[in-house]
């Protein structure tokens, strides 16, 4: 079973560009999270999807952010336009059920803003 | 409303030594806990689970930890450190069952430095 796949890896941008994250999760899960981690902080929940429907979008920084999973498979968070504070590091998560008893995460995508 | 504190952000012990995270978590609800690691330039990878069976509960890598609602902890341990074992070490919390998703709170992180 493959993993969830996050790309690119890394990504380093100007600040006022835009980027695009994309998130393949495990195929099956209707479940779908992003996470983020700002430098020296915690991981902060952004946004979850169940199947192409945003379920809870509360941890969402502002409106320069828009994610969005169209046909429920994979998903992209884009910011535009980018900030200094945006930079971190992007987690993705997919999920098959909402209990809570497992998710299984990505490599995440280290994200620059210069 | 839930939360988690991670005592110590970076921890440093001899290789064969005993490993202590600490991790205490607040919620309205009985939670569901996590560990999770991140290797260097890796994902998060689950150590192990909490899901309101047994409180004592075993991971991958000799990793347990204990679900103590007294206290409301719950504390990572191993035996003996490996070099291996080098990595940040991440505790969380979710409600589970709840309308909203199950979204995890996440502590700000425990990294550890194993020393030969």
Redesign the interface.
Known sequence: EAG?T?FPSHSVIEKGQTVTLRCDPISGHD?L?W?RRVMG?????LL?F?KESK??ES?MPNNRFLAERTGGTYSTLKVQPAELEDSGVY?C?S?QD???????????TRLTVV | AQSVTQLGSHVSVSEGALVLLRCNYSSSVPPYLFWYVQYPNQGLQLLLKYTSAATLVKGINGFEAEFKKSETSFHLTKPSAHMSDAAEYFCAVTQPFKAAGNKLTFGGGTRVLVKP
């Open positions: 969830v996050q479940n999270y996470y902080k915690e991981i902060k929940f979850h169940v379920q809870d941890g987690f998560a999920s909402r209990q809570g008893n497992g998710y299984t995460f990505g490599s995440g």
